[in-house]
């Protein structure tokens, strides 16, 4: 009998497997990239059954309908927010498509301070919150138990001693080391803390991956600070040490912050903490800022979409700091078009890599880039962590936001942008010094790499719309 069984159990293991790949080529395109197609059919042609299963674990970019309806509730307070902001607001086309994207409008009349030193700006941080007098709210990928974030905790007890509210979100797989640790002593210290996104396998949908990767620190909704910087060491990885830049900032663009937060706080825990956003002052000779979220509680694609535009229009130059580079079609398409033009195109990278697939992909992509023109530098002695772009003069971004498909579609991430000439010359010195820290990548030397990097770096290139 069991030999009859057999190859029925054969047949029916094939017909099931070609099953798969006629219903996915049908299920997979829907709202996905090109690329992020292509992979995932390629690696279900060849592994149906392993391929269903990693798709049914990461494959759906989209959160549950409970977060969604969650994320119509809040709206109207974004809507309440940039109608208190309507006599701030800057005029153009790049704000109202940024508005558009993300909800807020540009504002003048803000007071811009670029950090660039790690330690640094945890003493500044702290220094705030000691001075803070109404509450103190942080969103943060990574908040370690280490030295650097017990300052941190200590300073946020201290507040709460003073019977200031402290809430905090952190995100449950960036903090995965330190989580129950960093809780237990926030909770410890008075501090509400809330885990972002937290992974349960009853949700089916919902990505273990999907993320909250914002960095957000508001004091008393008059200070805040975007940027790439986590609270943990800056050499928390063995052999790496994080370099990073930060803005500081106070006016009228800390209400968009505020906002952010509030809604972010609302989706995880259902509690609305403020029904008003106080909106603070002008600066005099202020910066003009807009806030910028984007993720998957947001139906347009924010910063890819904004990014992708900038780019096909800019006429001088073109320079991204980011420690992850793996462009989409599009993204490429707008840079190497771009150089084409005469734009000058500058790609600041860091030289240390800290995720070995995503370094591989992203070298896949520096042939391309050479070719069409544009400079390739690599950040020596520190992982710049730092994610910047600069466009024309006349645009600055610095926020949380990689340039890979996992920032742009995946991650909950914030983006501030600087549309004044002070602020975005003060960021294009920033990146000038970056590349002088640099080595420029020459493509001649670089065509000369084994076969295998190559055949190594086009493999992890093409499973990275997968990740």
């Known amino acids: 009998m069991l030999q009859d069984l057999i190859p029925g159990f054969g047949t029916a293991y094939v017909v099931s497997e070609w099953a798969i790949r006629l219903l996915m080529l049908i299920i997979v395109p829907l709202r996905r990239s090109p690329e992020a197609t292509r992979s995932w059919l390629l690696l279900i042609f060849f592994l149906p059954i392993p391929g269903l299963l990693l798709y049914l674990a990461i494959g759906r970019p989209k959160f549950p309908q409970w977060r969604t309806d969650r994320s119509l509730q809040i709206a109207p307070l974004f809507k309440d927010v940039s109608n208190g902001l309507a006599q701030m607001e800057a005029p153009g086309p790049l704000p109202a498509l940024a508005r558009k994207l993300g909800g807020f409008p540009a504002v003048h009349g803000n007071h811009i301070a670029f950090l660039q030193d790690y330690d640094g700006t945890i003493d500044r941080l702290i220094a705030d919150i000691d001075a803070a007098e109404r509450h103190v709210r942080m969103i943060a990928y990574i908040f370690a138990d280490d030295a650097t974030g017990q300052r941190v905790i200590a300073a946020l007890g201290r507040a709460a001693a003073r019977g200031l509210p402290c809430h905090v979100i952190i995100d449950s797989f960036g903090t995965h080391r330190w989580l129950?640790?960093?809780?237990?002593?926030?909770e410890a210290a008075g501090v509400k803390v809330h885990e972002a996104l937290p992974f349960h396998l009853l949700r089916a949908r919902t990505r273990r991956d999907m993320r909250n990767h914002r960095k957000l620190f508001i004091i008393d909704g008059l200070i805040g600070y975007a940027g790439s910087q986590n609270i943990v060491n800056?050499?928390?990885?063995?052999?790496?040490?994080?370099?990073?830049?930060?803005?500081?900032?106070?006016?009228?663009?800390?209400?968009?912050?505020?906002?952010?937060?509030?809604?972010?706080?609302?989706?995880?825990?259902?509690?609305?903490?403020?029904?008003?956003?106080?909106?603070?002052?002008?600066q005099a000779d202020g910066a003009v800022a807009q806030l910028l979220p984007s993720g998957p509680d947001y139906p347009l694609k924010g910063l890819e979409t904004l990014l992708i535009w900038q780019i096909h229009a800019a006429e001088r130059q073109v320079t991204i700091t980011t420690p992850y580079f793996i462009p989409n079609e599009a993204l490429l398409d707008a840079l190497t078009t771009a150089a084409r033009r005469g734009v000058a195109v500058d790609i600041i990278v860091s030289a240390i890599a800290d995720q070995m697939l995503v370094s591989l992909a992203q070298r896949s992509y520096y042939s391309e880039l050479l070719a069409a023109g544009i400079r390739v530098h690599?950040?020596?002695?520190?992982?710049?962590?730092?994610?910047?772009?600069?466009?024309?003069?006349?645009?600055?971004?610095?926020?949380?936001?990689?340039?890979?498909?996992?920032?742009?579609?995946?991650?909950?991430?914030?983006?501030?942008?600087?549309?004044?000439?002070?602020?975005?010359?003060?960021?294009?010195?920033?990146?000038?010094?970056?590349?002088?820290?640099?080595?420029?990548?020459?493509?001649?030397?670089?065509?000369?790499?084994?076969?295998?990097?190559?055949?190594?770096?086009?493999?992890?290139?093409?499973?990275?719309?997968?990740?």
């Open 180 to 186: 129950k640790g960093v809780m237990t002593a926030l």
């Open 234 to 282: 800056k050499d928390f990885r063995p052999g790496v040490t994080n370099q990073e830049l930060v803005v500081r900032v106070t006016g009228p663009v800390v209400a968009e912050m505020t906002a952010l937060f509030l809604a972010d706080w609302f989706l995880e825990t259902e509690e609305k903490l403020d029904d008003v956003v106080a909106i603070p002052s002008i």
């Open 378 to 467: 690599l950040f020596r002695d520190y992982l710049l962590h730092a994610k910047n772009m600069c466009i024309d003069g006349t645009l600055a971004i610095v926020g949380s936001s990689n340039v890979d498909i996992r920032s742009f579609q995946l991650n909950e991430e914030v983006s501030l942008l600087l549309l004044d000439p002070v602020s975005v010359d003060a960021l294009a010195t920033i990146q000038r010094g970056a590349i002088a820290r640099s080595d420029p990548v020459d493509l001649e030397q670089w065509r000369k790499r084994s076969r295998l990097r190559k055949t190594t770096e086009n493999a992890a290139r093409l499973v990275s719309p997968l990740l």
